[in-house]
């Protein structure tokens, strides 16, 4: 199903980022949903806590869905702001240096695919190090110092 | 460290000295009679010596200038200037909304050691403290807005004059100013909701109170507080044809208040860029100056000082707490219009302006503020400001010099470059005064700073504040009235020889050889402590329901003024 | 998400400056225990979490990536010097964030950002830097929240969603507190709010005018029309009926004292900066025939500190690029999206700000080639992809500094509780990378 995408601070996607606890299940819950009008989860017999893959020009990423309180606005998603979010806005600015985060043509599609936490995500859209996705989790990874 | 200077030629009006070739001593950071044969010699055989430059009127500091930087991004490309090679100072950028740094640069090279800033609004008077920080190079007093405080529009209405001394002494204290401002008094809070006052009597439509009420209340408290400087003036109607009327009208009412007996000040008032509240007319179609009945009074009574508020014919930013009047500017000239109200206390507003001698407007300003230079005889009564930037920036102090200095550099401007309102619609063509040095540094420097009531600077008795500046010109070769050396003039002034701060060097040669914390000076009310105390137990709830920040965190703590000089008053009681 | 009040504590610290969004709520109460924070008073849900934070995700040691691609904790020395030394040998470094810290340390900042011909820029690049070229196009009506607070009787919200970004917005400053001239709070005001979507903020408005996504700059302008007294052919103008655009404007023209405050809504849709003109245009035009001022709605609790100090040290607010030494602002040129968009830096350091949480991935792409720095006080989604750690301290919480209000009102933030032992504040972080710097610099020269 074809959409327009909004992204934007939601409460408690903010209140797990600001507690810092972007690791965790918690901020995934929070933050990797897209928001939608019941009419529209209806046509996709998608029910709260289902999963989607959404599309746009910039990438992929699978999110839960949940219905939206800030219908009705059929034909639109909402995003909270996040790294799930991240991959699929426009980093157009127009040269006027904002990227463009409301506003996003996309798709919409089914699926049973997982829903990543922040490490794995970063580990999997970026792939900076390399790094073992088994090992990622919702702690930090790091090597302690030998004293 | 100690230095002799020597051979300088000498103006000092407030030890009368008139030009004299002499020496200055200098140990630490005063001025000595003698120094030891230690001291580092500087020969300044003939050049100009006077004390350092002080500005009793500049918006340097706070909020209006962080706006107008903010949102005039073309006038900070206009001043941009790559660091010096010395690796001491760094790079300017800014004309008429200089960077912090740039204005410590511009004026430490201009031979100026003391600026006020002459508006900060006390809620956010952090702000200005925070950037006179990144100032270097200056003593900075400023001087807190009180002329629309709700607190003090309420004690001025219920006549609580004792609330209101008490208030203010303890307000000055929480903004760690050093006077007290007032800008068009009721009109800037009329403001709030889209209005203004008409004059001195026309009340503030929710109060009721009227500017004459509240200036008389003010020169009254700070009178009996014993300030160090008077109130600080802009009076109502700025800009508008047929204002003159208010400023006399202003000038007069307080004549009767009764001077403090300790201040070493001559005047109850200070009225600021008068040249903007000289206008007689109707509309800007039949406008006039109206300067000469106002030169008129300053002569003839010595009740208060004034400053200039010159034009300089540039594309600046105008900035004041008169937001009704930035608005009517708006609707004037179609520019960008900033406006910024702060709750409880004031209102202010920007826009950029363009002073051109070809429009006919800009020039009868620029010829009324020559008319105050030209008509008030006591040059201790009048002191040289542009009200930077509104009139233009301060950097255009030398240029306005050079105007001084040289009747026919005027005349040709007169004759040939400024639009024809300069003659017809002015007084400016029929003077014929020229400036000497000795005047000049009256105007700059010892003027202002007895209208300050700082005692220490604006002279180079034993004693002093080690604050002098030396120009690169030889007084007795060089003819200043020449309209082919006012060029040269100007650069001269705007590159010192030597600029030195509390006996330090900090411009040799027109370069900035070394950069010192600007220094914030604030006034400190001694003998009200326990009445302070009630007042706010009193006030706070009020407080606290009527601003949106707490009253434990309104105030400026230690943390903001470092270094500063706290002036002690001692409150004499009623007399 | 219900909590239970707290009763076992031993200390309360009144008025204490939240460190959360650009309300800066300065009447918190910090509940201490032991000398460490158990509850808080008065702040919202989000500020509250910010206050109390989760410590399990808390940097507490530098970290420096190893050859595993692992971090590894490390010493101040080792961290630092490295940090100086790629920033001082890189040739378009980047220092980005701030939004989060003390003008104190911003200012440090800037020396460093001058010293090493960096970029300099903050979130205002991400959010209302279309905000502040507005302003710069066309003006800035702009007035303190106590203003509202005292004077408003018409409080209109565009594109902004205060109840979820902002919680005490209306509570605090705008719609529910007795003002001086508003003694009965809500009662005595109207509250609408312009709006795709029916958000918390709608709902506790008087009206919702829900208008189509992209379309904010026609809306503005049938507005600005219908005030000067045009009429409309039309009769739906961004989906919104044209009877309740007229309705709209007669309540706005016959405000006593009218507030507009604005969000990303408008200056993140297209239209951006042109959206915002239109705007201040409307408050600007509104203003011939009542008292109206307008507010961008800041985020963080410092990101408009930011743009202060930077055009107090620079003249410009943000994006400022010193690579000729010195300050040039030119927007989608020297901003941050747009290097790296065009992958052009080669150094990235972040300063109290995640770009894992706040850039486009195409954006964030480029900072896999690069060396990346994070300075901040917990792990986040740019963890993952910075090179080198360090920890730092809350402010407000941990270590004393300024910030300003989203009304640019300063607030001098308290240090509370005591940091923890190998974290240190951002501002002396800064001051021993530019000492390192300075050492380099002399050891070039020499």
Known sequence: ???????????????????????????????????????????????????????????????????????????????????????????????????????????????????????????????????????????PVYKKRMI | MEYILKNGVVFDPKNDIDGEQMDIFIKDNVIVDKVSSKAKKLDVSGKLVM????????????????IGRLYRPEDIRKGIKPASKNDISGFEAGFSLPTCPTIGYRYTKMGYTTVTEAAVPPLEAKHAHEEINSIPNLDIPTLTLFGNNWFMLKYVKEKRFDDLKVFISKWLKLAKGYGIKIVNPCGSEAWGWGKNVDGLDDPEPHWGVTGREVIQALTEV????????????????????????????????????????????????????????????TSWRDVSSGASELIDYINKNDHLTCDVGQITFDETTTMTADAPMEYDLFRLTGLKWANKDIEVETASGLIPSIYSSHAPVSVLQWAVGLEFFMGVKDPWKIVLTTDSPNGGPFIRYPRIISWLMSQEKLQDMLDNEVHNWATNRTDLGTYDREYSWNEI????????????????????????????????????????????????????LLNSKYTIKDGEILVKDGNIVKLVNSNHIWCNVLGLENEEKVLIDRIKPEFNKYYTIKYENYGVNDHYIQPDTRMDVNYGGEL | MIEKPITDYDEEVRNCSCSYCGNNCDDITYLLKDKKIV????????????????????????????????LEETTWDVALDKTARLLYESDRPVLYGWGETSVEAIKKGIKIAEKTGAVMDNQSTICHGSSIQAFQNVGHPVMTLGEVKNRADVVVYVGTNPMDDHPRHLSRYTTFPEGFFRKNGRKDRTVITLDPK?????????????????????????????????????EEIAGVPTSQLENLIQIMKNAEYGALFFGLGVSQTLGKQKNVD??????????????????????????????????SETGYPYGVDFSRGYPRFMVGETTTIDLLNRREPDFFMAISADPGVQFPGYTIKHLINIPTIQIDTHWGPYTELADIVLPSTRVGVETEGTAYRMDSIPLFMKKVIDKPENCHSDEWILTQLYERIEILKQEEDN
């Not at chain 2, 300790?262 to 009225?271: A, E, L, T």
């Open chain 2, 441 to 492: 540094a009256t105007i700059t420097r010892a003027g202002p700073a007895k209208i300050l009531g700082l005692t220490d600077r604006g002279h180079l008795g034993v004693g002093a504040k080690a604050d002098v500046s030396v120009y690169d010109i030889d007084v007795d070769k060089f003819d200043c009235t020449l309209k082919s050396n006012s060029e040269t003039l100007e650069n001269k």
């Open chain 3, 198 to 234: 029916y958000t918390n903020t709608a709902k506790v408005s008087d009206e919702w005018i829900q208008f189509n996504m992209n379309e904010d700059y026609l809306l503005f302008d049938a507005l600005r029309m219908l005030l000067k007294g045009e009429s409309l052919d039309e």
């Open chain 2, 222 to 281: 700070n009178e009996k507080l014993g300030l160090p400087h008077s109130v600080h003036v802009h009076t109502n109607d700025l800009g508008h044809p047929g204002n003159y009327a208010t400023t006399l009208e202003t000038f007069d009412c307080v004549k009767h208040i009764k001077k403090n007996e300790n201040v070493d000040r001559n005047q109850i008032m200070h009225c600021t860029h008068v040249q903007f509240h000289a206008y007689k007319g």
């Open chain 3, 39 to 70: 509850g808080v008073r008065h702040a919202c849900r989000i500020g509250a979490s910010k206050i109390i934070n989760d410590q399990d995700q808390r940097l507490l040691n530098p970290l420096v990536r190893n050859d595993e691609g692992i």
């Open chain 1, 1 to 139: 199903m074809k959409v327009m995408v909004n992204t934007g601070t939601s409460v408690i996607q903010a209140f797990y980022e600001k507690k810092g606890s972007t690791l965790k299940d918690e901020y995934r819950q929070s933050a990797a949903v897209a928001f939608m009008d019941l009419k529209d989860m209806q046509k996709l017999s998608l029910k709260s806590r289902d999963k989607i893959k959404i599309k746009s020009e910039w990438g992929e990423v699978v999110l839960y869905v949940d219905i939206s309180y800030d219908a009705p606005h059929e034909g639109m998603v909402f995003i909270p702001r996040g790294p799930w979010a991240n991959i699929i806005i426009s980093p157009e600015t127009y040269c006027c240096n904002v990227p463009t985060y409301k506003g996003i043509p996309a798709e919409i599609f089914k699926t049973d695919e997982d829903v990543l936490l922040v490490s794995q995500l970063m580990n999997k859209v970026y792939n900076k190090y390399n790094l073992d996705d088994d090992k990622l989790t919702d702690k």
């Open chain 2, 51 to 66: 004390p350092g430059g002080v500005d009793l009127h500049s918006h340097i500091a706070g909020p209006k200038l962080s």
């Open chain 3, 278 to 311: 239109m705007l201040i245009q409307l408050v600007e035009d509104l203003n011939r025939y009542s008292k109206w001022s307008m507010l961008p709605m800041r985020g963080f609790f410092n990101v408009s500190g930011f743009n202060i100090a930077l055009t």
